[in-house]
């Protein structure tokens, strides 16, 4: 990220391809009545009650990525509130060492653009997996945000709050704006992940999604009405179902040999185990319909490490059985 992708009021792109506005990712920002204690724990009743929104792509190939992010954003008037939920099996890669106003975005963290009016440049904020930040200079610095972030044992989390004054004109009910939500992902491999269906660039001001700041305060009720009808959360669900399906379809390739293996007292344990996942790829698929978008991508993202270590002991299974005919036939 160069300098220059801190100035608060960047030219916008020039609108080449630009998705029309029934194809723009949208989210209703609602209203929290108390607001959360930014700690990066995501705990709050005000986290609760706001709707979550994940899906989020490859910038590269446009691909659903294996580690999902979940959002919810909120205001009160004074103040907006971003929250984001980062999937990360390998947690124990994540390298979190920078501090404000570091250039953050070369390790793992979030990237937030928004773009108050439509013909006019964008903000863009960065923060990172332990909430140092980095901002538009011209907004008077970066400590005129808060931000906090915690690591979990598979997930970490980020909690912001900016004030809207930062803006220039606060929003009023009703108001959208345009603008993103993005991660950096390093931790097991280079990747970059959009919330909106961005071409190319974090910058791609055409594809930006909508923040419509709703006047309403969010319930339970509303929430789940909201995240059970998000379209874009349709398309996630068909890719984690075709995922499954091949995983369940190359678990039957294996059947003979997790069978032969039941035999051989050497293999027997082993192979009970992994019976054990192959029933639970099934129980996956059969449920896949109704089951929760966390648990098809927790199911999905398992499965090429699985599939690795059951083409081993295919073969170890195999050369046992060929070992044991061998010595079998060298007897008689």
């Not at 209703?28 to 929104?53: M, N, Q």
């Not at 379209?231 to 294996?254: P, Q, T």
């Not at 044991?324 to 036939?329: H, I, L, R, T, V």
Request: glycine share 8%; with cysteine; aromatic share 12%.
């Amino acid at each position: 990220m160069r300098k220059t992708r801190y100035v608060l009021f960047a030219l916008a792109l020039v609108l080449t391809a630009s998705a029309s506005a029934g194809e723009l990712r949208t989210y209703r920002c609602y209203r929290v009545s108390t607001p959360p204690r930014i700690d990066g724990l995501l705990d709050d009743e005000a986290w609760k009650s706001l709707p979550a929104s994940n899906s989020f792509r490859n910038l590269v190939d446009g691909d659903y990525t294996a580690k999902q992010t979940y959002i919810k954003l909120g205001w009160d008037g004074a103040h907006l509130y971003i929250g984001v939920r980062c999937d990360e099996p390998e947690m124990r890669l994540i390298s979190a060492r920078m501090g404000d106003g570091d250039a953050l975005w070369t390790e793992d963290s979030i990237e937030i653009f928004f773009q108050p009016e439509p013909t006019g440049g964008y903000f863009q904020f960065a923060v990172n997996s332990l909430g140092a930040r980095v901002g538009a200079e011209r907004a008077g610095g970066l400590t005129n945000f808060e931000a906090k972030g915690y690591h979990g044992p598979d997930f970490y989390s980020i909690e912001v709050k900016m004030p809207l004054a930062l803006f220039g004109r606060p929003p009023n009910a009703g108001d959208m704006w345009r603008g993103d939500i993005n991660r950096n992902i390093w931790a097991g491999g280079k990747v970059f992940s959009c919330w909106a269906p961005l071409q190319g660039s974090f910058h791609d001001t055409a594809n930006f999604g909508r923040f419509i700041f709703d006047a309403q305060t969010a319930t339970p009720e509303l929430t789940a009405s909201i995240e059970k009808s998000d379209a874009s959360d349709k398309g996630y669900r068909e890719a984690l179902i075709a995922r499954i399906n091949d995983a369940v379809r190359k678990c039957k390739e294996y059947e003979p040999e997790l069978a032969a293996a039941l035999e051989l007292p050497a293999f027997k344990a082993e192979g009970q185990e992994y019976q054990k996942q192959v029933s639970d790829y099934l129980a996956l698929q059969a449920s896949a319909p109704t089951a929760s978008l966390k648990d098809l991508a927790t199911g999905t993202r398992s499965c090429e490490d699985f599939f690795k270590k059951l083409f081993d002991f295919k073969y170890r299974v195999l050369l046992a059985r060929l070992l044991s005919e061998s010595d079998a036939g060298e007897k008689k």
